[in-house]
């Protein structure tokens, strides 16, 4: 069977894709990350092999995710992309029309903009979880209930309580002073929904037009307590796709795919036994300037595939032995600053 495959591994959740040659979606599978995304790969990639079977022939492969460039090297990618353009994409694929794609995932929100089938807009939120899938996963955990029953008591709620939602500190102590007062669960948690949709629309959507049609991705389109939350807020129907979880992973397929007939090359996957091969990786400060980059190293069977962080071509696998003869001065000015100074 000839397969695309998409991988998209955040800091909570890895999602995996398997696409026909026809780009219709033969499996998807979503796992916890839990800080350590080559074992998440080793067992995504295991369970798409013991489902879809061992005559399996991967024909593209496509990353992304806040670590798509170290699960690329792992796994060999042929294209690496960004999380805008992959939820965009899949988003595309299965609804033409769309115009706003809303998306909430573990630790980062976003909400793009989309024209006649083209990302003309987007805003994304790194800086505050209060209004992610982490702060909900922890809720549920206090609240000693399962996160995919979360949403299901939030529709239950007869008074849905007000829950502060600017900051993730207060949105954790609101809940508890809310239950201390004697409101019943239900309508805390509808509290918290709706609590997620308002700092969404406040950080995120701040300055955004969001019109017809409105796709919800992310694993925390799953909650309906969430998705009513949004539709109360916006007026406006909210479309949750089947694979509202995997998206990502299905468009990094879906670019991959038309990668592969574009350039007609062959994949550079390296196999589904991630565990055959021995990977290391080490982060080093480079010291030869005042930008003190960060730089990551990745070694495949002991030979340097990757490196990245840096902001000059020192560490370029192919401009090393240049960067390294080369005198100070011309090292500096090699620096985005032009004097080797902190940008």
């Known amino acids: 069977?000839?397969?695309?495959?998409?991988?998209?591994?955040?800091?909570?959740?890895?999602?995996?894709?398997?696409?026909?040659?026809?780009?219709?979606?033969?499996?998807?599978?979503?796992?916890?990350?839990?800080?350590?995304?080559?074992?998440?790969?080793?067992?995504?990639?295991?369970?798409?092999?013991?489902?879809?079977?061992?005559?399996?022939?991967?024909?593209?492969?496509?990353?992304?995710?806040?670590?798509?460039?170290?699960?690329?090297?792992?796994v060999g990618a042929d294209l690496v992309k960004n999380e805008i353009i992959a939820h965009a994409t899949g988003a595309i694929h299965f609804y033409p029309d769309v115009r706003t794609v809303l998306e909430i995932g573990g630790q980062d929100s976003k909400l793009i903009s989309i024209r006649d089938g083209i990302v003309?807009?987007?805003?994304?939120?790194?800086?505050?979880?209060?209004?992610?899938?982490?702060?909900?996963?922890?809720?549920?955990n206090r609240l000693g209930i399962?996160?995919?029953?979360?949403?299901?008591?939030?529709?239950?709620?007869?008074?849905?309580?007000?829950?502060?939602?600017?900051?993730?500190?207060?949105?954790?102590?609101?809940?508890?002073?809310?239950?201390q007062l004697g409101a019943a669960r239900e309508d805390i948690i509808a509290g918290l929904c709706e609590g997620i949709v308002r700092n969404y629309l406040s950080n995120v959507g701040k300055g955004k037009r969001v019109q017809e049609r409105v796709v919800f991705q992310g694993g925390v389109a799953s909650n309906q307590g969430v998705v009513a939350a949004f539709g109360r807020e916006l007026?406006?129907?909210?479309?949750?796709?089947?694979?509202?979880?995997?998206?990502?992973?299905?468009?990094?397929?879906?670019?991959?795919?038309?990668?592969?007939?574009?350039?007609?090359l062959s994949s550079r996957f390296l196999g589904f036994d991630l565990e055959q091969r021995a990977f290391k990786s080490r982060i080093f400060e480079c010291e030869h300037?005042?930008?003190?980059?960060?730089?990551?190293?990745?070694?495949r069977d002991g030979v340097v595939v990757d490196r990245y962080g840096h902001r000059c071509e020192r560490w370029d696998l192919d401009g090393l032995a240049a960067a390294t003869a080369a005198p100070p001065c011309a090292r500096q000015r090699a620096c985005p600053t032009g004097t080797g100074a902190s940008a």
């Open 120 to 140: 003309v807009d987007f805003a994304m939120n790194t800086v505050c979880a209060a209004g992610t899938g982490s702060f909900l996963d922890q809720q549920a």
């Open 1 to 74: 069977m000839d397969i695309h495959l998409g991988i998209d591994v955040g800091s909570i959740s890895s999602c995996f894709a398997a696409l026909g040659a026809d780009g219709a979606v033969l499996h998807t599978d979503y796992l916890r990350t839990q800080g350590d995304p080559r074992r998440a790969v080793g067992e995504g990639l295991a369970s798409l092999r013991a489902r879809l079977g061992e005559g399996l022939t991967v024909r593209s492969a496509g990353t992304t995710g806040s670590a798509r460039r170290f699960v690329g090297i792992l």
């Open 235 to 264: 007026g406006l129907p909210i479309t949750i796709s089947e694979h509202c979880g995997t998206m990502g992973a299905i468009g990094a397929a879906l670019l991959a795919r038309r990668h592969a007939e574009r350039t007609g």
């Open 289 to 299: 300037c005042a930008n003190l980059c960060e730089v990551v190293e990745l070694k």
């Open 146 to 179: 399962p996160i995919a029953e979360f949403g299901a008591y939030a529709l239950r709620a007869r008074h849905r309580v007000k829950i502060a939602s600017k900051c993730t500190v207060f949105a954790e102590r609101d809940p508890i002073h809310k239950a």
